[in-house]
């Protein structure tokens, strides 16, 4: 047995996605463990209202975080892991990206000013918003797709846990009463700026980048591959992030708000533990799939996608089965209301994470962004609509229903693509 464990590591490719698992994990565990610890209390402290008032404010940021990040999360990635030995042209790509995404953030920052002077629910907490932006800029800086993509990550493992542990012992020390709930967004922020200018540093220093100036056809040829990316990651967004969203503007009601987005940070926590195996077979797999045929990448995907879907089946049942003790214990006896969104939810932790699977490590890596892009606003839109219908009537409990509709709509989208097109692949063979 010893034996086959050492003769299994002896590969390269093997050795470097365990190392990437392990760090992966060890980040994902953190992402994990420091809310887990954080938002019991959180909850308890603040209440439903506050609370919701908090993730109303996130969710504003995460749509700016998804504007600066263009996509680059993946195609960076991917694009890095490609030409990870040509050092020039990693500084190329790393000066180009980095001046885009801090471009994109003065955007964002104009925005947000105007949303600040136009809008009520954004007047009334306008300090709330403008800490929260503070994420932002962090978040611009933080290179994490570099690190993956030169299979790294150990540095940013270290450098998460260091934030993580800022914002946590923060929390625990100065946020003691519900009127407090304006230092949250003002902690989060703080971690993610030490996180992103520590990283930014580790990264010049440890990868000897050159940073020059990119020319405007650097920065046209990865603004042109991250597009399509960028479109399904806003598309995704629009039946996830967009619950909240309009959850918060259509009701008005911040303790709607904190009952929904509290089930569904649970929800997000479970999938949380299979993002290390995902992100770590990212890289692999964009080198994998350029030297083989389309039949072999979709059976090799089908063969994977059966150990996920078995992996997270168990998961979603049990979440069924035991969501009102679950809330109870985890976000104290205020938020019970969150236990039916939570059951509504439950197998979104299964289809959310097959999606992101098919999606992003099969269609990205195997060239058909183009067709996820289209799959995924045709589903954001669907969701969209359906929010407009389903929050009026349903509330908090509309926009749970809606979350899950949206999944299984993509799930199956994407399984008829992938069979369709394995197919073709067959038919043409033949």
Known sequence: MIKKIKNFFNNHDRKQIFANFVSLSALNAFSFIFPLITVPYLTRVLGPEKFGIVSFALVITQYFIIITNFGFAFSATQQISINRENKKKISEIFSAIISVKLFLTIICAIILIILLLTLKQFKEDKLIFICSFGIVIGDALLPLWLFQGMEKMKFMTLVNFISKLFFTILIFIFVRNINDYILVPLFTAAGYLIAGIISFIIAYNIFKLNIILPNIKTIKEQVTISWPIFISTISINLYRNANTLLLGLITNNYTLVGLYSSAEKIIKALQSLVSPISDA????????????????????????????????????????????????????????????????????????????????????????????MKFVLITGLISITSLFIFIPIWADKGASTVMLISELILFIILIQFFYKLNKKIIFLND
Do not use: D, E, W
């Not at 964009?286 to 078995?310: A, C, D, P, Q, T």
């Not at 035991?322 to 019970?336: D, E, M, R, T, Y």
């Not at 969150?338 to 060239?367: C, E, H, K, P, R």
């Open 281 to 372: 077979l990212f890289p692999y797999l964009s080198r994998k799939f350029v030297n083989n045929n389309v039949h072999y990448n979709i059976n090799y995907m089908m063969k994977l996608g059966k150990y996920y879907f078995i992996s997270l089946l168990p998961i979603s049942i049990l979440l069924i089965i035991f969501a009102h003790p679950i809330v109870n214990f985890v976000l104290g006896a205020k938020f019970s209301g969150a236990s039916i969104n939570t059951q509504i939810m439950s197998f979104v932790v299964l289809l959310g994470s097959m999606n992101y699977f098919f999606g992003i490590l099969g269609l990205t890596n195997m060239g058909y962004k183009k067709q996820f």
